[in-house]
């Protein structure tokens, strides 16, 4: 008997673009749900995201973004797609899009035009800002968000250099894609418990600011403040990996009393008999020399002979490994992260382990990521008799 995935049967309509939507809808094919990508003319964004002149067609976070999932492609300003489109929702339990408002229901595709076709639809609309405030009708990008949630004024704060920065990762359109994946599975139970569908909002400026503010609000939590933006132990200049003979390693010393015995493996105990750090709250007042005096310690061993010191005491510790290395980390090869697989066009590729362990799941088999219009006859064919 064949084995059943956690989400089999659950058939997602998939409209939208990017790396927001994308990814959220990612997570729910890996869970085994029926995601039917609906592309445009000539293909959808990230198919081509990350392609250059060595990929044989597919676009490198196509690869990920979309694996598992299937692929039609349709012109919606075309009466006879649209048609098309209208009979795939009547088979959809979610449809998800992150066109503008106004533009989706110029197309005829706006949540109550949805669902007349089908009333129990789970509609999610991915939006920049929320649609009940004054940027409700502005394009949004993850440098956008960045800059609108104050998250590019971290690092100037962290490191005094003034000039606002970018985090060189997709960071907002990927905690953006995790909410709408848990609003897509909040909204399959509600709808299975009560037999409803409904309109979901999942705003990107409104998501990554409350990621951003869960722990930098600090004092200005309450009303009135007591304190500032910005949680200190982020934003302390010399909490950064540290040096040692041949690299740097990242240590924690969460606590204070983590602190007394990373002082005593690091061979600098008196440190902290001087008295700017001779208790607990001389220390968290001097956190950023104490950090220096690390720093002043590290280099004496290479970053291995400290590894195999600080896993023997149970010390949080981990070597800083360059980006271009990652493939080689000893625990991701052995539990099989970056499994090699062989794509049906694309040839050989490293496929991304999905991080969740299901025991109701296991062995997972992820599907690849579709050709342009892969699966456009099957579902043709699937909806020619459909009314």
């Keep these: 008997m064949a084995k059943t995935m956690m989400l089999e049967g659950i058939r997602i309509v998939d409209l939208s673009s990017v790396v927001f939507g994308p990814y959220a809808t990612q997570m ?51 009466a006879e797609d649209a048609a098309l489109m209208r009979k795939l ?9 992150n066109v503008r408002g106004k533009a989706i229901t110029k197309l005829g595709f706006g949540y109550e035009a949805v669902k007349e076709l089908k009333p129990d639809i789970i509609y ?11 940027y409700r009708d502005l394009q949004a ?26 985090l060189p990762s997709l960071i907002a359109d990927k905690v953006a894609g995790h909410y709408g994946a848990q609003a897509m599975l909040a909204a399959l139970i509600h709808k299975l ?3 409803e569908g409904q309109h979901v909002e999942v705003p990107m400026f409104e998501a990554f600011a409350t990621f951003n503010l869960t722990e930098h609000m600090q004092g200005a939590t309450f009303d ?3 304190g500032s933006f910005g949680y200190y132990r982020q934003l302390d200049p010399g909490r950064q990996p540290f040096p040692t003979a041949d690299g740097y390693i990242s240590l924690v ?57 600080f896993v023997a005491a149970e010390f949080p510790a981990m070597p800083v490994r360059d980006l271009a290395k990652i493939f080689d980390d000893p625990h ?13 066009t694309e040839g050989r590729y490293h496929q991304l382990t999905p991080p969740i362990r299901f025991s109701a799941d296991k062995d997972r088999v992820l599907g690849f990521s579709p050709a342009l219009d892969q699966d456009g006859a099957d579902l043709r064919r699937e909806l020619e008799d459909l009314e």
């Design 253 to 309: 010393p969460y606590t204070d009393a983590k602190m007394g015995q990373l002082f005593d493996l690091l061979g600098g105990p008196e440190v902290l008999s001087k008295p700017e750090f001779a208790g607990p709250v001389e220390r968290f007042r001097n956190a950023t020399a104490l950090y220096e005096e690390i720093a002043r310690l590290t280099p004496a061993k290479t970053t291995a002979q400290w590894m195999e010191i």
């Design 28 to 78: 729910l094919a890996d869970m085994g749900a029926e995601v039917i990508k609906v592309e445009p003319p000539g293909g959808e964004t990230s198919r081509f995201i990350g392609k250059h002149v060595k990929t044989r067609g597919m676009g490198a976070m196509h690869m990920t973004l979309n694996r598992g999932k299937k692929s039609i492609q349709l012109d919606l300003k075309s």
């Design 332 to 344: 991701l090869i052995a539990t099989g992260y970056a499994a090699i697989r062989e794509h049906p």
């Design 124 to 134: 999610l609309h991915c939006t920049g800002f929320g649609q009940n405030g004054p």
């Design 89 to 97: 929702l009547k088979t959809a339990d979610i449809f998800i899009h």
């Design 224 to 226: 009135p403040p007591v």
């Design 193 to 195: 418990r009560t037999g």
């Design 141 to 166: 990008y993850d440098d956008v968000i960045q800059a609108a949630t104050g998250v590019a004024t971290l690092l100037p704060r962290a490191d005094g250099n003034p000039r606002p920065r970018y």
